[in-house]
């Protein structure tokens, strides 16, 4: 390739570097547009350096073009060294990973009742029940919502007292007194006897075993014993406990409205307020 030749392309490489810096000075800072008329008119005025044709290339001095011969190979290498760089500045810009969510902090359980807590507000339950009942218990009280002293202690309550202190979740009378209660759903022959009072709460009365048959989708009203076994007394009763939403009564209308609600009347409330008392003195307890 002849000289002439490569100064061809030199020039084309110098015509784009003009037209880069001339877009450079079109988008630069607000100084250039600060200058006044007289400043432009001696710019103007002035001769420079770019206006000399022959001397285009030398003030843009690159070093790596040859002033004499000019091969293909030369030529070769400067097209891919372009192309590279147009191709690089096409080239996607990659997007950094989003920062994976942070899991929110699990809430705080409720706080659990411990085998020592249960012995002092209820002093009448027996040793060895103690161990077998504080984990259902605790369970049945975390997953209903009854989690602070004043609906603890008001559970506990009525727990005492219905079940004997933890002595026995059925009943001891037969249940005949409640033949023919049609309020319980005791219309069928042999109701009242099927459906006495049960589980820890003493959940009385067809209507109640029904109820509590679609909520844990154990067949209570077929059989009706298994509320009475350890595994089903607690979390029956806490279901009769929400049924009624007796933390909300608890927190703000007290025991003796608690009371009523559990038992229909004022049966054993002295005994019910005083468990409820030492109840809140052991779970306050520092």
Same mark, same amino acid.
């Given at each position: 390739m002849s000289i002439s030749h490569s100064r061809h392309i030199r020039v084309a490489i110098?015509?784009?570097?003009?037209?880069?810096?001339?877009?450079?000075?079109?988008?630069?800072?607000?100084?250039?547009?600060?200058r006044t008329a007289a400043h432009a008119d001696a710019v103007v005025s002035e001769p420079t350096r770019h206006q000399e044709p022959g001397n285009l290339l030398m003030a843009l001095e690159f070093p790596g073009l040859p002033s004499e011969e000019w091969t293909d190979a030369d030529e070769f290498a400067l097209s891919a060294s372009v192309e590279s760089v147009v191709e690089s500045s096409d080239a996607p810009?990659?997007?950094?990973?989003?920062?994976?969510?942070?899991?929110?902090?699990?809430?705080?359980?409720?706080?659990?009742?411990?085998?020592?807590?249960?012995?002092?507000?209820?002093?009448?339950?027996p040793g060895e029940k103690i161990d077998q009942?504080?984990?259902?218990?605790?369970?049945?009280?975390?997953?209903?919502?009854i989690d602070t002293p004043v609906r603890q202690a008001a559970f506990i309550a009525q727990l005492a007292v219905e079940s004997d202190s933890f002595r026995t979740f059925e009943e001891y009378a037969s249940g005949r007194a409640y033949e023919g209660r049609a309020d319980l759903g005791n219309t069928q022959?042999?109701?009242?006897? !099927?459906?006495?009072? !049960?589980?820890?709460?003493?959940?009385?009365?067809?209507?109640?075993?029904?109820?509590?048959?679609?909520?844990?989708?154990?067949?209570?009203?077929?059989?009706?014993?298994?509320?009475?076994?350890?595994?089903n007394a607690f979390t029956t009763a806490a279901w009769y406990w929400t049924s009624?939403?007796?933390?909300?009564?608890?927190?703000?209308?007290?025991?003796? !409205?608690?009371?009523?609600?559990?038992?229909?009347?004022?049966?054993?409330?002295?005994? !019910?307020?005083?468990?409820?008392?030492?109840?809140?003195?052991?779970?306050?307890?520092p």
């Amino acid at each position: 390739m002849s000289i002439s030749h490569s100064r061809h392309i030199r020039v084309a490489i110098a015509a784009a570097a003009l037209i880069g810096a001339a877009t450079t000075a079109v988008v630069g800072t607000s100084d250039a547009h600060a200058r006044t008329a007289a400043h432009a008119d001696a710019v103007v005025s002035e001769p420079t350096r770019h206006q000399e044709p022959g001397n285009l290339l030398m003030a843009l001095e690159f070093p790596g073009l040859p002033s004499e011969e000019w091969t293909d190979a030369d030529e070769f290498a400067l097209s891919a060294s372009v192309e590279s760089v147009v191709e690089s500045s096409d080239a996607p810009v990659s997007t950094p990973e989003p920062a994976p969510a942070v899991a929110p902090a699990p809430e705080p359980a409720p706080p659990a009742v411990t085998p020592d807590d249960l012995r002092h507000i209820v002093p009448g339950i027996p040793g060895e029940k103690i161990d077998q009942y504080i984990a259902p218990l605790n369970a049945a009280m975390a997953h209903n919502g009854i989690d602070t002293p004043v609906r603890q202690a008001a559970f506990i309550a009525q727990l005492a007292v219905e079940s004997d202190s933890f002595r026995t979740f059925e009943e001891y009378a037969s249940g005949r007194a409640y033949e023919g209660r049609a309020d319980l759903g005791n219309t069928q022959p042999g109701d009242g006897e !099927r459906y006495k009072g !049960r589980g820890a709460i003493q959940i009385t009365g067809r209507h109640n075993y029904e109820k509590l048959s679609q909520h844990t989708g154990v067949d209570f009203v077929a059989n009706p014993e298994l509320l009475a076994a350890p595994e089903n007394a607690f979390t029956t009763a806490a279901w009769y406990w929400t049924s009624r939403d007796l933390n909300n009564v608890a927190d703000t209308a007290g025991i003796v !409205r608690v009371s009523e609600l559990v038992n229909g009347g004022h049966h054993a409330l002295s005994r !019910r307020i005083a468990d409820f008392e030492r109840g809140l003195n052991v779970l306050l307890a520092p």
